[in-house]
């Protein structure tokens, strides 16, 4: 069978590797369908993952962690519901059970968590071995559209953190796919939305979800521009979706005393925040790393209920065998590219 290997920096060939053989008691095989990329990917595949010491480490690797598939087999002692020709979505979340997060129900922030196509080998192949609790059925969805339920169950997992209620003003820094569906989730809540990027073309797609944009960058003062968006008191949750430190700092400074900051952007930088505003206006600075099991199910019910705004953000779809160019042509054209889907399942 063939395989998307990442076999160093900047380096991904699709070559034949072994077959994943049957499944064991508790695992289900799946042929995944499609794969989408994400910024994750991007700095997996340049080596740039400031949060890991060694980075010879991250080679060979199968990336994809966003990804739908069918079940092809199906290993002893797994639910009854999963069999033989069932559509999947994988959560990627793999945990220890054992250390102070997971005992208290949020393996998801595992200090040794394993994620699929990150620390172990993902999707971007022809089959592969999922534990039973890492897939979720899907019903009747489209596999590019399910793609997205990953980045989804993130913003699930976010707008749960900083509690979103009906009716607060949410700001969203960073209008990626991770930017599009907080939007998404947040809206899905009640919450009024105000979506902000640097670039026009990104805001634009924002046009089905019902948020408000603010295209920021020049001289533009993001803060007051922001506080004129959200009136009164200031937004009662700013979440960071872009990875740039410094939005850190304004997001503590905009956001509503009592408010919520949300931290979804990964940066292994360092951003200065005046430290009395925490205590002063007694803001909670939340930080988000994927989503527990309930939140992905929620994910597959929304992308299923939104799947209009869903089939907006596929822009890009490429056959595994041009996996290594979808990978640089979405790196190389952020402006052009929401989501590029590999179609694993395509000739
Ligand atoms: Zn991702
Ligand atoms: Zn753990």
């Not at 209009?308 to 996996?323: D, I, M, P, S, Y």
Request: hydrophobic residues 50%; aromatic residues 4%; proline residues 6%.
């Amino acid at each position: 069978m063939r395989a998307a290997v990442t076999r160093g920096r900047g380096a991904m060939e699709v070559v034949g590797v072994p077959e994943p053989g049957a499944p064991g008691p508790g695992d289900v095989l799946v042929a995944p369908e499609a794969v989408g990329l994400c910024g994750s990917d991007f700095h997996y595949f340049t080596g740039d993952i400031g949060t890991i010491d060694d980075p010879s480490t991250l080679y060979p690797r199968i990336q994809g962690h966003e990804a739908a598939g069918m079940i092809l087999d199906v290993g002893p002692d797994c639910p009854a519901e999963l069999v033989a020709g069932t559509r999947v979505a994988l959560w990627p979340v793999g945990a220890c059970g054992t250390c102070y997060a997971c005992r208290i129900g949020r393996g998801n922030a595992c200090v040794r968590i394993s994620l699929i196509g990150v620390h172990r080998d993902g999707a971007l192949q022809e089959r592969l071995l999922v534990p039973a609790a890492q897939v979720f059925p899907l019903g009747d969805q489209d596999a590019a559209l399910a793609a997205l339920i990953e980045p989804v169950s993130i913003a699930v997992r976010a707008v749960v953190r900083g509690r979103v209620a009906a009716a607060e003003r949410v700001v969203v820094l960073g209008a990626g796919p991770i930017g599009q569906a907080l939007a998404l989730a947040a809206t899905d809540r009640g919450a009024s939305v105000l979506l902000v990027d640097t670039l026009a073309s990104r805001l634009a797609r924002a046009e089905g979800i019902g948020a408000d944009t603010l295209e920021a960058g020049g001289d533009g003062d993001l803060a007051a521009a922001v506080r004129e968006w959200a009136g009164g008191d200031g937004p009662e949750v700013v979440i960071e979706a872009t990875g740039v430190p410094g939005l850190v700092q304004q997001a503590v400074e905009v956001v509503a005393h009592a408010g919520r900051v949300v931290v979804v952007g990964l940066s292994a930088d360092h951003t200065p925040v005046r430290v009395g505003d925490l205590p002063l206006k007694e803001i909670d600075v939340l930080g988000v790393s994927c989503c527990g099991a309930e939140e992905f199910a929620a994910a597959v019910d929304l992308v299923g209920r939104r799947r209009n705004v869903a089939a907006g953000l596929v822009t890009h779809e490429f056959t595994l065998a041009r996996a290594p160019e979808a990978i640089a042509y979405a790196m190389a054209h952020p402006a052009e590219v929401m989501k590029a889907v590999v179609r694993v399942d395509a000739a």
